[in-house]
Structure formats: C-alpha cells, structure tokens
C-alpha cells in the first residue's frame, strides 16, 4: 500500500502561480511512477503531467506544457508539481496518483495508477 497526501491548493489570480505537493508513505516510492490528474466539476478526470521512476522521463498534456512542472524528490518521498501563469480553466481539484512499479516511463492513462490521493482543490479567479 501507498499512502498519497496532496497539499499546496488554493485560490489565486490569473497569471498566478501555486505549488502542489504530494507526500508518500508506505510502499518504496521510488519504485512507483508518479502523476498529476485533475478534475473541475462536471467534467471528466483529466491527465496533467507524469513523472517516471527515476525522475528521468516526464509527460504532460499540451494544455499545461510550458506553464507546469513535475518534480520529485527521493529524499523526502514527495512528488511537486509547480503551476504558473495559471487561468481560470485550470480550476478543478488536482489528484496525486502512483502506478507501474518498477517501470520507468510517465504513464498517461489513469487506469496505470493504482493509487489516489485525497485530492486538494485549486481554484483560479479572473
């Protein structure tokens, strides 16, 4: 088992910028890949970004890329994900996930993690 715990949401601005966090427990989490996905009300859980194993491959959707980045640190069993220059689309609660141990690639697919987060809300004002 792995225990996911999201911290970092908030509300800010457009043009803002927050810092999610996602502290592991449990199972070694450097066997685990690790991704972001997040979901705004009344639509469908939507891919963020992803982290391989190793830290060395990443994947990110083309509605983020070049505004977010994913990080993990080893030391502390912590994964980040860095959000600037936000927009009000980015509005949803973000999930922290874990999958594919012992892999080495960034899945993109939800149904790769075998572990959720409680969720933390972000919320972006115009």
């Known amino acids: 088992q792995v225990q996911l715990v999201e911290s970092g949401g908030g509300a800010v601005q457009a043009g803002g910028s927050l810092r999610l966090s996602c502290a592991a427990s449990?199972?070694?989490?450097?066997?685990?890949?690790m991704g972001w996905f997040r979901q705004a009300p009344g639509k469908e859980r939507e891919f963020v970004q992803a982290i391989s194993r190793s830290g060395g491959s990443t994947s990110s959707s083309s509605s983020v890329k070049g505004r977010f980045t994913i990080s993990r640190d080893h030391a502390n069993n912590t994964m980040y994900l860095q959000m600037n220059s936000l927009k009000p689309e980015d509005t949803a609660v973000y999930y922290c996930a874990a999958g594919r141990p012992h892999s080495d690639y960034a899945p993109r697919s939800w149904n790769e993690y075998d572990y959720w987060g409680q969720g933390t809300q972000v919320t972006v004002s115009s």
């Open positions: 449990g199972r070694t989490f450097n066997i685990f890949a």
